[in-house]
């Protein structure tokens, strides 16, 4: 079956500490997303992806980092600077061919909680 | 004030009641709106999706659009137990926006009791 693997499903960060939350996909979608969900605000962006080798920056970044060296494949980088990473992380995707992604829906995966010790 | 705003309930209903679910939101370059339904500790799932104003109907869920209003509904005929969930509703411009950014609403607790 097709779809969109987050790992691991809980994950606790110690201070100081950089952690990685896996994403990958099989849909052959080459645009991946990461959001960040808090109780009562909805889906915030942090980072996408439209291409291998190429992301932007979304709505609320800091203390976030990202890579996308396969089309797969789209890690999220909790890093120290990011003061309140306690939240839970989705990965998303979706298909892009020549700038049309805005007339295709994204799909999520089952998300990864992150705490801190 | 928030860019779309919808309602957080928690929302409580008796099996086979219709529920309705609302969104507004500010935007009027919004041309696409998603409705999303949420398990706890899941992801969300993608229940309907649209263009414009007008209406779409899946089984027992019709979502409707009506942008000279800026206001969308979600709603829900013959509600299951299993349709106990969060829904969040989602939208998105075109051209400028053409990464696709999806802006949400906080999303509403239902409740279907037996």
């Known amino acids: 079956d097709g779809g969109i693997t987050q790992s691991p499903k809980y994950l606790f960060r110690k201070e100081g500490q950089n952690v990685t939350l896996s994403c990958e996909q099989n849909?052959?979608?080459?645009?991946m997303y990461w959001y960040r969900q808090d109780p009562g605000q909805g889906l915030r962006l942090i980072y996408y992806s439209q291409i291998v080798n190429d992301f932007q920056k979304g709505d609320i970044a800091e203390g976030y980092s990202v890579s996308r060296e396969k089309k797969e494949s789209f890690p999220l980088t909790v890093t120290s600077a990011q003061k309140n990473p306690t939240a839970f992380y989705l990965c998303?995707?979706?298909?892009?061919?020549?700038?049309?992604?805005?007339?295709?829906?994204?799909?999520f995966g089952d998300g990864t909680r992150l705490s801190i010790l | 004030q928030k860019e779309v705003e919808q309602d957080p309930g928690p929302l409580s209903v008796p099996e086979g009641a219709i529920v309705s679910l609302n969104c507004t939101y500010s935007?009027?370059?919004?041309?696409?709106f998603m409705w999303y339904r949420q398990y706890s500790r899941k992801g969300p799932e993608l229940l309907m999706y649209t263009y414009s104003s007008g209406n779409k109907e899946d089984g027992r869920f019709t979502a409707q659009v009506d942008k000279s209003s800026k206001y969308i509904s979600l709603f829900i005929r013959d509600s299951q137990p299993s349709d106990s969930a969060t829904y969040l509703c989602a939208m998105k411009g075109a051209g400028g926006t053409s990464y696709g950014k999806l802006t949400f609403g906080q999303g509403t607790i239902l409740t279907v009791h037996p």
């Open positions: 935007n009027s370059a919004f041309q696409y």
């Open positions: 849909l052959n979608h080459d645009a």
């Open positions: 998303a995707s979706s298909p892009w061919s020549s700038g049309q992604a805005y007339n295709q829906p994204q799909h």
